[in-house]
């Protein structure tokens, strides 16, 4: 009986040390980041080797779908909204797969990524976007499947695939003129409504210049005079008092318990009665 306890207890170290030894994974996982224009891109890929063995119309048959790689779904995740052969592919993450035949691969941008290989059931619905691709031989061998960014631009790149002897590229457009434009008019039209309010409301939490906090937040309180807002009307009352301006203050503080009663919001309708109460107004 003892005998058969030790052997057992050795056997169990024995699975114990074997669990602890790691290996290299025969396809190994990588992730790229690529800033395209101002847009975020990221590819995440495990990558098979040849292995002397033959590739496309072998391993990878000509006219079946391919999960691009192996192991789970190759996955490429955008920042923004980009066009892919004519289709907007929302901001988000893909699965990639492709279709290869000798001339061209048929490459569909798929919007559900968790999957361990191919779908078991392809639903045609979660297809963002599929374009043509054509195939362009190699002088050489590449080994190892490679996924990369090229013909890089302000506007554009081109997802490129090689391995074996050829090579894929798929390109998409990124919104970079859209917004930059956007960047331009808004900066070029000077602060906003938003930019005001933050600011003066940081001028008199932090003890500022309180009359430039009064100018910012009267300011921010005309640019949306025809949608009041009882919480800035709030900001605008504690500044002008703080600033000596009673009259304004009680003013603000009644427009903004008005818009708190409206929109049942009792916090506030409380806070402005007790500033009423304490300025002589109630």
């Known amino acids: 009986m003892k005998k058969l306890l030790l052997v057992f207890a050795v056997f169990t170290m024995a699975l114990n040390v074997n669990a602890q030894i790691e290996t290299p994974q025969p396809s190994p996982f990588s992730k790229m980041d690529q800033k395209v224009g101002l847009t975020d891109v990221s590819v995440e ?3 098979p080797n040849m292995r002397g063995r033959t590739i496309f119309g072998d391993l990878v048959p000509y006219n079946k779908m391919w999960r691009t790689g192996a192991n789970k779904n190759t996955m490429i995740t955008f920042s923004d909204d980009v066009v892919v052969g004519g289709k907007t592919l929302k901001a988000g993450s893909y699965a990639i797969f ?3 035949s000798e001339k ?3 490459v ?5 990524t968790e999957n361990w290989g ?10 963002a976007a599929k374009v043509t691709a054509d195939v362009y031989p190699l002088p050489m061998k ?10 890089l631009s302000n506007d554009s790149a081109v997802l490129g695939m090689m391995w074996s002897d050829v090579y894929v590229g798929v390109k998409f457009e990124v919104p970079t003129d859209k ?10 039209a000077g602060p906003g409504a938003e930019d005001y309010y933050a600011a003066a409301r940081y001028y008199l939490e932090s003890d500022k210049d309180i009359k430039q906090a009064v100018k910012w937040i ?3 309180i005309d640019m949306t005079k025809d949608e009041p807002r009882f919480w800035w009307l709030r900001q605008q009352s504690l500044i002008h008092a703080k600033a000596g301006n009673k009259d304004k203050a009680i003013a603000a503080a009644k427009a903004s318990m008005a818009g708190a009663k409206e929109a049942k919001n009792d916090d506030y309708v409380k806070m402005n009665m007790d500033s009423l109460k304490e300025w002589g107004a109630m």
Do not use: C
């Open 45 to 47: 890929y495990s990558r």
């Open 98 to 100: 492709v279709t290869p």
């Open 104 to 106: 061209s691969w048929e």
């Open 108 to 112: 569909a941008f798929y919007s559900d």
């Open 118 to 127: 191919t779908p078991r059931k392809w639903d045609e619905s979660k297809v």
């Open 142 to 151: 590449i080994e190892t499947f490679t996924i990369s960014f090229d013909d």
């Open 179 to 188: 917004t930059v434009a956007a960047s331009i008019d808004k900066i070029m």
């Open 218 to 220: 009267d300011m921010a």
